[in-house]
């Protein structure tokens, strides 16, 4: 309704002789700001959205975004800083009165912001730099109370997907972030972690010193924010950070049985010897779900190997259809195309204009998109959330590289799929994928992509 207003008021400053682009962008700084106010509202999950719309906020036109990320900037520069009192009170609700005990030197200044609280730097009693993670006092109703103000608007995804189970979904997001107040089993996670990537050759993942209460003490992790690659970097290292972020996710839930999903740039660091720091273990999940190995299997194989029939019982099978519910399997084929891209080549860029489309043409409210038919079974819900955030970062960091070669070491089932497509001359079968490839014909598997 207020979008709504802001139009019928610029269509009154554009009769009164205004230029039709200054009152768009008028409309666009004012609907912007109105984001900012209302996610500024939502006191618990206002970071963790803001660092899911930055990702988002590549769907736009690069000449429609600008205002949109002034909001989003200001929002993640607006998260509440403790004052040091409330730091030292909060220190002492959970690590005791003589907290100072455990720190040689505790810097009472904020060093970062976290989603539902702060990290501050220190030096613990044994002379390792440490950081310090601190809960916001009353961040849990904080953010339970912005979780039932997300399930009352959650009726608002069925304009999007009408045919899915919008309730249910929303259920299982409500499940991921209420997961992240748990620093217990945050630690826990940052442990499996520590030891799965001990002395690895591309990855750190800071050990976990001690957890009292709302309280993680970790390493400290010196290095380069990816962020800062991500807009100053050179192709080089943009390519080689963008793959081993890739590699982080796919190969987590084989190293640590455990699925990374808060994929955003605050979260990893380019390290002096080159390797991908890595930290903030709140949002992990069990993986892979018992499910996971048929889907991936189900839908490749359908895709690169099979035909309709395959496709549509692949949908069918693994609940990404509501029972009874009439999909039009030729359009998903086709929608699907675009996905199979980077799969067909060698090397493959992934790049924001890319993501941009694949993010409007799955979000695209007319009647005729096939995504319309679909739903998304709840126990996929943490895999979307990893896949979809990792390959918003990739995309930012305007990745090119072996995409396909990731996949392939990760994920036997997707493996399995395209050395049966390879043996065929990379020929689809009578799914022709979505008339093979835009009615182009198969292409050689050593092209580059560079769209």
């Not at 730091?87 to 009165?97: F, L, Q």
């Not at 979904?169 to 991921?176: G, H, L, N, P, S």
């Not at 050395?419 to 001359?425: A, I, L, P, Q």
């Amino acid at each position: 309704m207020a979008y709504a207003g802001r139009q019928a008021a610029g269509v009154g400053k554009r009769a009164l002789g205004r230029p039709g682009a200054g009152v768009n962008l008028d409309i666009q700084v004012r609907t912007a700001q109105h984001i900012f106010q209302v996610l500024g509202e939502l006191k618990g999950c206002a970071t963790k959205l803001g660092q899911l719309l930055s990702i988002y906020e590549l769907v736009l036109p690069p000449k429609f975004a600008e205002p949109y990320r002034m909001a989003l900037t200001q929002l993640q520069d607006s998260t509440p800083i403790m004052l040091p009192q409330t730091v030292e009170t909060a220190m002492a609700a959970h690590m005791g009165s003589n907290w100072r005990w455990y720190f040689r030197e505790f810097d009472t200044r904020r060093a970062a912001g976290a989603s539902i609280g702060q990290v501050h730097r220190g030096v613990w009693h044994d002379g390792t730099e440490v950081a310090i993670k601190v809960m916001y006092p009353g961040a849990r109703a904080a953010v339970h109370a912005d979780l039932d103000q997300l399930r009352r608007m959650s009726v608002l995804g069925t304009v999007f997907v009408p045919g899915a189970d919008v309730k249910a979904v929303t259920e299982a997001i409500c499940d991921c972030i209420s997961e992240e107040l748990d620093y217990e089993a945050e630690a826990e996670n940052q442990r499996v972690f520590a030891d799965a990537y001990a002395d690895d050759a591309d990855f750190v993942v800071p050990r976990v010193l001690a957890r009292h209460g709302d309280v993680i003490i970790s390493e400290w992790l010196t290095g380069t924010p990816l962020s800062r690659i991500i807009a100053s970097g050179a192709p080089e290292e943009r390519n080689r950070l963008g793959l081993l972020l890739l590699r982080f996710v796919l190969s987590s839930w084989n190293r640590a049985g455990l699925l990374y999903c808060d994929v955003h740039p605050g979260n990893f660091r380019v390290l002096p010897d080159g390797r991908l720091g890595v930290v903030d273990f709140g949002a992990c999940a069990p993986w892979p779900a018992p499910e996971f190995p048929g889907v991936v299997s189900g839908y490749f194989e359908a895709l690169f190997n099979g035909g309709r029939t395959e496709l549509e019982a692949a949908i069918r099978d693994h609940g990404f259809a509501e029972p009874g519910r009439t999909i039009d399997v030729d359009a998903v084929a086709e929608a699907f195309v675009p996905l199979c891209d980077p799969f067909l080549h060698n090397t493959f860029r992934l790049s924001t204009d890319w993501f941009r489309q694949q993010i409007r043409r799955a979000m695209d409210p007319r009647l005729s998109n096939a995504n319309r038919d679909l739903t998304m079974p709840p126990y996929f819900t943490p895999f979307a959330r990893a896949f979809l955030t990792v390959i918003g970062v990739v995309c930012q960091l305007d990745t090119e590289g072996p995409i396909r070669a990731e996949f392939v070491r990760w994920v036997p089932e997707i493996a399995a799929a395209l050395e049966s497509f390879d043996r065929r001359g990379g020929k689809p079968a009578d799914l022709g994928i979505a008339r093979t490839l835009r009615g182009t014909g198969p292409r050689p598997l050593s092209a580059v992509h560079t769209g």
